[in-house]
C-alpha cells in the first residue's frame, strides 16, 4: 500500500490547528524497524485533547493523532516480529512526538510492540485500548499496595468514561464492591450493569478538601486530578491506596500531607506511556483474563476514521461513554 489515507493536524504560522483526512505515501512515515498495516485504533480522552487542540498534546506538526493500534505486520526488520504477525501498540509517544495510530499504514519501533493477546480479537484489544490498559495497571497497583476485596469499598472516579467502566467491570469481577462517581445520572443502569455497587454524584467531590475527611473507601481509581483527587485521598481509609491515572478535572492537585502521614494512604502513579514491556504482557494478560466480553461489547461502540474528529470533540466535552473503537 504505497499511498493510504490517515487524519493528519495541522497548524500555520499563526499557530492555528486544523485537521483533515488526507493522503500520503510511505515516504512520509518517520523512522521504525516495523511496518503496520493498522486495522483498529480507539479513542483516547488524550486522542480527543489532540485533535480539538485544547491541550497541548502534540508536540511535532503536522501530527497523525491515535495512541493506540491493532494490526498486521507487513515488513519487519526485527528478530521479534514477522510478516503477517498480529499486534498491538499503546503509547511510546505515538499521535505526540511520533505518527500515530489514525493512519492506514504506520512505521514504528518493534520495542513498543507486543504480539495481540490470546482469547482477544484486533477490535476487542482497541475496545480496551490505552484506557481499558491503563485500567489494569491501576488495579495492579491497588493489588500490589496489598488491598483485597476484603479491605473494604473501591472508588472509581469519571465512572462512565473509557477508564473508570473498564475499571468497574475489573474490579467488580475481582469481587471488590465499588462505588462510582459520576456526573451523569442518567448512567445509573449502564454502570450497575458493569459492577457498581452504588454510585455518589461528582459533586461530593469536585469542591475544595478539607485535610482530612470521614474515612469512606479503602482505595481508589482517579481519572479526574485536582479538586476531586484531593477529596478522594483525604476519604481514604488508613493504609490505603489511590491509583492516579487522569486529570479530567486539571492537573493541580490542592491536597495537604495529611492522609499521608497521619493515615498513611499511598498514592501511586499511574503511567501507561512509557510502562515497561514486562508490566505491559502482564496488564494485557490479565485483561485477556478477567475481561468478559459481553460486557466489554457492551461499552464499545464503533466509528469510521472519517468520523473520529466529530467523536475527539465529543470526549472532550463529556458526550462519550466507555469506550469508542475506530475502524480503520
Known sequence: MENFKAVLISRDENKT??????????????????TV?????????????????????????????????????????SDQFKEGDEVILNGWGTGETHLGAYS????????????????????????????GYTSMLCVMALEKAGLTPESGPILVTGAAGGVGSVAIALLAKLGYHVIASTGRASEEDYLKSLGAAELIDREEL???ARPLNKERWAGAVDAVGSHTLANVLSMTKYGGAVA????????????????????????????SVMAPKEKRLEAWSRLAELLETEKLDSITSVVNMEDVINAGNAIVEGKIRGRVIVKI
Open 244 to 271: 492516579a491515572c487522569g486529570l479530567a478535572q486539571g492537573m493541580d492537585l490542592p491536597s495537604s500531607v495529611a492522609p499521608f502521614i497521619l493515615r498513611g494512604v499511598s498514592l501511586h502513579g499511574i503511567d
Open 206 to 208: 469536585s469542591g475544595p
Open 104 to 131: 492506514q499504514v504506520s512505521r514504528v519501533k518493534s520495542d513498543w510492540l507486543i504480539h495481540k493477546p490470546e482469547g482477544l480479537s484486533a477490535a476487542q484489544c482497541m475496545g480496551i485500548g490505552t484506557a
Open 17 to 34: 490547528q486544523s485537521v483533515e483526512i488526507a493522503t500520503l505515501s510511505q515516504d512520509d512515515l518517520m523512522e521504525g524497524d516495523v
Open 37 to 77: 498495516a493498522v486495522d483498529y485504533s480507539t479513542l483516547n480522552y488524550k486522542d480527543g485533547l489532540a485533535i480539538s487542540g485544547k491541550s497541548p498534546v502534540v508536540r511535532r506538526w503536522p501530527m497523525i493523532p491515535g495512541i493506540d493500534m491493532a494490526g498486521r505486520v507487513i515488513s519487519s526488520q
